[in-house]
């Protein structure tokens, strides 16, 4: 009986050991094919020159430089319009239908397919508004993909604000907007953050919202206005596995660039948990 | 002949369908300490947080009869919240000091209602932790967490955030019942002190308490206001049955 029940235990214990295994282990093999096949073509050039003769020599500057204007662009956006749509959410709106309606738009927002939002970002932005395919259309089309994220980070940061410390300011005659500012907001400010750099993340690897609103198969120089367009990381990378002019020799320059993009994101994604850990520790101090 | 603070008349409170406040009538005296007991769920505290209407944020709460605090009624329709909360602060059962510095914490009331001088908000800072007896443990650490100090601190330290403003009333819900005994003697011992400056009301579930630090005891249960008189003669020679019956251990 007991024998039983100790030896399913251990069976549960493997199984699960091997599951976590299989994840790390694709993880694992994935990297490694990457570094593979593009750690060769890795050096200061490759990230500080610009693409050379059809897109077949030189470095990829242009990208990386486009891809940070784009991620500028869209949290310049998206970061105060998503966090303070969750302020309105949790602090000022009513638990009525229309929240709730308002709420589900946001959560479904998240679920739809990008290349969509690629759409409305050409039809909205690029042709209604006028802004023609450029770094603003591209950036706005990424910050409204990046909007549901960051509105439902700072949602559950606001709500996870204890009781206490709302009580706290009001009694001492603070007005809502004065709570909210001074207490309720640099409270959830470490949580609100790491949304962000999630979403960074995301707007960072995405091509299918830019394709048809602002990214470039080529651009001679970095985008100097707002309304120029520009090349991105993972739209270079579609460019030379499918459309390239030398698809066979620009192998390895396409997985190098993939192998920047992944450490952009995995180094954004660091930044926000240390810079996340540091505001934490600077207001809880340890007893 | 003492004057009193609050007259409270005819105050009924709903909670939704609940009749959590019946028929209260109760005065309030100036510049001493007045314990409201009674066992939980009685009603004390719900009448606490309506003397600075912290039930306002309650969803489905409702006040009637008059709350006069020297002769105006709080809840009427012309009642500025800011105002009447500088003039009645309070301190909750839990400590709750914000996730600032000891000095922004103490300097938060002030800077809310237009202090930015710096040598002003030293001195309002300075002056609440002596109020509250922290200066002395504090004054060398005053830009540290707050959140570091102990339990006691922590509670002293929201006495000294709310005394900032400089209010008239200190409602204080259960002070004590999340601090240790020495904490807690601490803090009664700074209530008595606070009599002289402001106007006092504890809540208390700690009979002991009451009879040691307050000189009016109001004794609540089940939403009503039963027995209401000075201190020693409540727990000497009460006049209604429930409180006798409640302050020699029969129940509660």
Request: glycine share 8%; proline share 5%.
């Amino acid at each position: 009986m007991s024998g039983a029940r100790k030896s399913k235990d251990r069976t549960a214990t493997i199984m699960l050991w091997l599951v976590m295994a299989l994840t790390c282990g694709m993880l694992a093999l994935i990297l490694a094919f990457l570094v593979s096949k593009g750690w060769s073509v890795l050096s200061w050039e490759f990230l500080t020159k610009k693409p050379r003769s059809m897109m077949t020599a030189g470095g990829i500057s242009t990208p990386i430089v486009g891809t940070l204007q784009l991620v500028l662009v869209s949290m310049g956006f998206a970061f105060p319009v998503g966090v303070f749509t969750a302020v309105y959410l949790v602090e000022y709106a009513k638990d009525d239908w229309f929240t709730r309606a308002l709420r589900l738009a946001v959560r479904s927002l998240a679920g739809v397919p990008s290349v969509v939002f690629g759409l409305f970002g050409l039809s909205f932005f690029v042709i209604f508004m006028g802004f023609g395919p450029s770094l603003l259309s591209a950036g706005l089309t990424l910050g409204c993909l990046a909007l549901p994220v960051i509105v439902g980070a700072s949602e559950s940061a606001l709500l996870a604000v204890p009781r206490d410390y709302r009580d706290a300011s009001y009694a001492l005659g603070a007005t809502q907007w004065q709570t909210i500012r001074k207490v309720v907001l640099p409270a959830a400010f470490p949580s609100i953050i790491t949304g962000a750099i999630l979403s960074v993340g995301r707007v960072a690897g995405e091509t299918a919202p830019i394709i048809f609103t602002g990214a470039a198969f080529f651009a001679p120089r970095f985008a100097k206005s707002i309304f120029d367009q520009v090349m991105a990381l993972p739209y270079h990378v579609l460019i030379l596995a499918t459309a390239g002019t030398n698809i066979e020799k620009t192998r390895p320059i396409q997985y190098g660039t993939v192998l920047v993009l992944l450490f952009f994101v995995l180094g954004m994604t660091m930044t926000g948990v240390l810079w996340r850990a540091r505001l934490r520790i600077r207001q809880r101090a340890q007893r | 002949m003492e004057k009193d603070k609050f007259s409270v008349r005819d105050l009924d409170l709903y909670y939704g369908s609940n009749h959590a406040l019946k028929k209260i009538n109760l005065q309030i005296p100036e510049r001493a300490v007045t314990a409201l007991i009674g066992p939980s769920g009685c009603g004390k505290s719900s009448f606490l947080r309506c003397l600075n209407r912290m039930n306002d944020f309650i969803p489905g709460c409702s006040v009637s009869g008059k709350v006069e605090l020297d002769g105006s009624d709080i809840y009427d329709a012309n009642t500025d919240l800011i105002h009447l909360r500088r003039r009645v602060g309070m301190v909750f059962q839990r400590p709750n000091p914000f996730p600032m510095s000891i000095f922004d914490n103490v300097a938060y009331g002030p800077r809310l209602h237009g202090d930015r001088d710096r040598n002003t908000l030293r001195d309002i800072v300075e002056e609440s932790l002596r109020v509250s007896a922290l200066w002395s443990e504090v004054r060398d650490i005053l830009h540290s967490p707050a959140l570091a100090l102990s339990g006691g601190q922590q509670q002293r330290l929201c006495i000294a955030r709310a005394v900032a403003v400089q209010p008239e009333v200190l409602l204080m819900d259960e002070p004590t019942s999340a601090l240790d005994p020495m904490a807690t003697a601490r803090i009664e011992e700074l209530v008595r002190e606070l009599r002289t400056r402001y106007t006092v009301v504890i809540v208390t579930h700690n009979m002991q308490q009451a009879a040691r630090i307050s000189d009016t005891t109001d004794f609540f249960l089940s939403g009503e206001m039963v027995e209401s008189g000075p201190t020693q003669q409540m727990f000497t020679s009460p006049r209604d049955k429930r409180t006798e019956d409640y302050i020699t251990g029969r129940f509660g």
